[in-house]
């Protein structure tokens, strides 16, 4: 019964709130402009004057907000061309848009990257370690797991991606963001290979990559059941490894 | 707003943007996922974690730093290199998602979230994907929105306070009428910028699925409906690979599946203002669970799947937990009885969005 009550008290609140609320605007114009002695007028008209000034400063904002993302994202065009900058200053970095999964192609390769090491042996001569997979590790850990984490699906896969972008066909890094990408993937092999190879009492020296393309054969040819014939083998330069704090 | 000409013909408009804070329910489901898959996202990579976002991973904080620098870009895990405060970063991360999903004094909440999503995501920039930069989109759009005010500690704490007091209308007469101005002009702040932001996350969402769908009506594969078949092949994107590879061998239903998946996308921004929209909804919904499990992407489904409760309205939220109750009272199942509040929270909504929400949506 209590509970009831309280209830229904509620409810007329509610109301009363957003009675107020909605039709604030009004008798608020009315009580203003009649009853309110001199200083206490003028309040009221500067704090109306900054209500509606942030108001208005909101919705343009938000307009604004809307468009400069409408022309991120919308196909190159006139506008976007012309007010790139613009558009790029407010978008990046918080704002950025990135929703081309799968889009316009899915990708049809599976990439393969191999890493291997080489240490200077006791005699000076280099030692050079067999190939290790590195992408193995990604499928395995993907494979039967409901929920794959980022470090398999996002790590290897974007840092490549990331690569070819910014060195192109050729290893040699010609930006600084080139050359970060290079320590980054370094890095990256380097970590799984200490992690995954039996051999991680000694420090790494050097450590070569080597990505094969395989493509996904198309749909209808028999070609799914022989393995895929690599449409690309890259083998990178040696790089060298330097420990990053691990 | 106030002058002459403009209160005449647009009356309707700003009535619409300051009248009312719309989609109370909805944003507060916006809340609740985005707390909640964060918090699910961050447990999940426990493991993980320093490979991801720590000192030790291979994207190391002086690359982090170098990046920001060219970027502008901020993360407070860059403060220190030490382990010892990141996993006091990590712990904050959890405590924040969790009281964000709870909310549990919303606003600052939110913007405390908002801090941790992009500190965390700016972090490890190079292996996040779609999901998780949808995810900090809405981070930063809800702080924007009145998120708290239904479904939360704040909304619970506020109707125990009323039933306590039971005199708010009371008190607030007695407030002098300078306070009881400014009082209006917050209450009117928050519900324009809190609408704002419900319209930025609509367009967001609708920029979203319509660019998704535009870039894919480039591509040949989608065209000749061969698309997922790729999809279906790509290690990475296959967490089980006999369930792939069984759906491959119906190339007429992958074909379909694809166009329909770039019908939808392309049209949704279209069908938003119509009753089409709630049959649209269910295939995303369908499209999205589908990529959650074949190709083991939940977090970028749930996030796309959260995001599209944005355009539910309200009187769909408020009669959920009626619709709850009657079903299981159908199928036997006796509820402990609904607190007052529980009950009583889905009543006064139900009778304001039925009349304004439905013209406003």
Redesign the interface.
């Known amino acids: 019964m209590k509970?009831?009550w309280?209830?229904s008290?509620?409810?007329?609140?509610?109301?009363?709130?957003?009675r107020?609320?909605?039709d604030?605007?009004p008798p608020?114009?009315i009580?203003g402009g009649s009853g309110?002695a001199g200083p206490?007028l003028v309040?009221?008209r500067v704090?109306?004057a900054?209500?509606?000034t942030?108001?208005?400063l909101?919705?343009t904002?938000?307009l604004a907000?809307?468009v400069l993302?409408?022309f991120h994202?919308?196909?190159p065009n006139p506008v976007s061309r012309r007010y790139s900058q613009h558009i790029d200053a407010w978008v990046?970095?918080?704002?950025?848009?990135?929703?081309?999964?799968?889009?316009?192609?899915?990708?049809?390769v599976?990439r393969q990257v191999l890493a291997r090491t080489a240490n200077a042996g006791p005699q000076g001569a280099m030692q050079v370690s067999p190939w290790f997979d590195l992408?193995a590790v990604?499928?395995e850990a993907?494979?039967?797991?409901?929920?794959?984490?980022?470090?398999?699906?996002?790590?290897l896969?974007?840092?490549w991606a990331?690569y070819t972008e910014t060195h192109g066909k050729d290893d040699t890094a010609r930006t600084?963001?080139a050359v970060?990408i290079q320590?980054?993937l370094n890095?990256?092999a380097a970590?799984r290979i200490t992690e995954h190879r039996d051999d991680s009492g000694h420090d790494i020296d050097f450590i070569q990559l080597r990505v094969i393309t395989l493509p996904?054969?198309?749909?209808?040819s028999n070609a799914a059941d022989r393995p895929p014939k690599p449409v690309e083998n890259r083998l990178l330069p040696w790089w060298k490894v330097t420990s990053?704090?691990? | 707003m106030g002058s002459e000409q403009l209160r005449k013909p647009p009356a309707a408009a700003i009535k619409l943007v300051t009248g009312r804070p719309v989609s109370l329910y909805a944003t507060s489901v916006l809340r609740i996922g985005y707390g909640l898959l964060y918090l699910v996202f961050l447990l999940r990579e426990f493991p993980h974690r320093h490979e991801i976002w720590g000192p030790g991973s291979p994207w190391t904080p002086t690359l982090a730093a170098q990046l920001f620098d060219q970027t502008g870009w901020y993360s407070f895990l860059l403060l220190s290199d030490s382990r010892a405060y990141f996993e006091l970063c990590y712990g904050v991360a959890l405590m924040t998602s969790t009281l964000f999903m709870l909310g549990w004094r919303t606003r600052a909440t939110s913007i405390a979230f908002a801090v941790v999503v992009t500190s965390f995501h700016a972090r490890s920039i190079f292996m996040t994907d779609g999901g998780d930069n949808l995810v900090l989109l809405m981070s930063l759009y809800l702080v924007l929105t009145a998120c708290g005010r239904r479904w939360s500690l704040d909304a619970r704490r506020e109707r125990r306070t009323a039933d306590r007091t039971a005199g708010a209308a009371t008190r607030s007469k007695s407030l002098s009428p300078t306070m009881r101005q400014l009082r209006d002009a917050r209450v009117t702040l928050t519900t324009v910028v809190h609408n704002c932001g419900v319209f930025i996350i609509a367009a967001q969402v609708c920029f979203l699925y319509g660019s998704a769908g535009l870039y894919k009506v480039q591509g040949s594969y989608w065209a000749d409906g061969t698309a997922l078949h790729y999809v279906l092949h790509l290690e990475l994107f296959q967490p089980w690979p006999e369930l792939s590879h069984l759906l491959d061998q119906y190339p007429l239903a992958i074909a379909a599946i694809g166009y329909l998946t770039v019908l939808t996308q392309v049209a949704f921004p279209f069908v938003l203002f119509g009753r089409l929209k709630y049959p649209v909804l269910v295939l995303l919904l369908g499209m999205h669970a589908g990529i959650a499990v074949l190709l083991g992407l939940p977090v970028f489904s749930g996030a796309m799947i959260i995001a599209d409760a944005v355009f539910l309205p309200d009187r769909f939220y408020s009669s959920l937990p009626r619709l709850g109750r009657r079903t299981a009272r159908r199928l036997g199942v006796r509820l402990p009885r609904p607190r007052g509040e529980a009950g009583g929270g889905a009543v006064p909504p139900q009778a304001r969005p039925e009349t304004l929400g439905s013209n406003l949506r």
């Open positions: 509970a009831r309280a209830v008290s509620r409810i007329e609140q509610a109301d009363v709130q957003e107020e609320q909605s604030s605007e608020r114009k009580r309110a206490r309040g009221v704090l109306k900054a209500l509606h942030t108001v208005f909101c919705l904002a938000t907000h809307v993302v409408f994202v919308a196909p990046y970095p918080l704002f950025e848009q990135n929703w081309r999964l799968f889009a316009p192609n899915p990708d049809s599976n992408s990604d499928s993907v494979e039967h797991q409901a929920f794959p984490s980022h470090t398999a699906q996002n790590l896969r974007r840092a990331t600084e963001r970060m320590k980054y890095n990256i970590d996904v054969a198309a749909p209808g990053h704090g691990k």
